[in-house]
């Protein structure tokens, strides 16, 4: 399933990293994303355009990270998962117009939305809940649609100014 992510930061990803590399048992995160709407099929082209139109208009918006939470029972994989948990009305604001448009996905997605970079999951990932880190914000001046086989962003779309 694709999906429309916030790249995540080289700083972010390093944090995330230095955090799991914390953990003697958990499974550290292998890529680091930050999804903003998971999307329904495999019509790439026909799914971007249409993100694009929703997009259109939508300027730069800040996202800040300033504590570990924990997903206790997520909807999938394996219990308990660490994770970086990030704060932006805005990217909130756009994950509903998104799901205005394409469905959300049951148990991740509506009112269930909880933005968040993950850092580990299962094993002592619990150990991290309220490790205090140091608050860190970063603008997003655009957003990528991901490829989940490939790993990687297969477009770039580039918000207003």
Not at 13 to 20: F, I, M, T, Y
Not at 96 to 104: Q, T
Request: net charge negative.
């Amino acid at each position: 399933m694709y999906s429309v992510n916030v790249p995540v930061p080289g700083e972010i990803v390093r944090l995330a990293r230095g955090l799991a590399s914390e953990c003697l048992t958990a499974t550290a995160r292998r890529g680091h994303s930050l999804v903003v709407k998971r999307l329904p099929d495999e019509r790439r082209q026909e799914m971007t355009a249409a993100v694009r139109s929703v997009l259109d208009g939508v300027g730069s918006f800040e996202v800040q990270i300033d504590r570990i939470e924990l997903f206790r029972q997520p909807p999938t994989g394996t219990a308990p998962v660490a994770y970086l948990a990030v704060e932006s009305p805005e990217l909130e604001s756009l994950h509903r117009d998104l799901c205005a448009v394409f469905d959300p996905v049951e148990g991740f997605e509506g009112s269930e939305y909880d933005p968040h970079v993950t850092i580990a999951r299962g094993g002592d990932a619990a150990t991290l809940l309220g490790r205090e880190i140091e608050s860190r914000t970063w603008t997003v001046d655009r957003l990528s649609v991901w490829h989940p086989g490939r790993e990687m962003a297969v477009e770039s779309i580039a918000l207003s100014d």
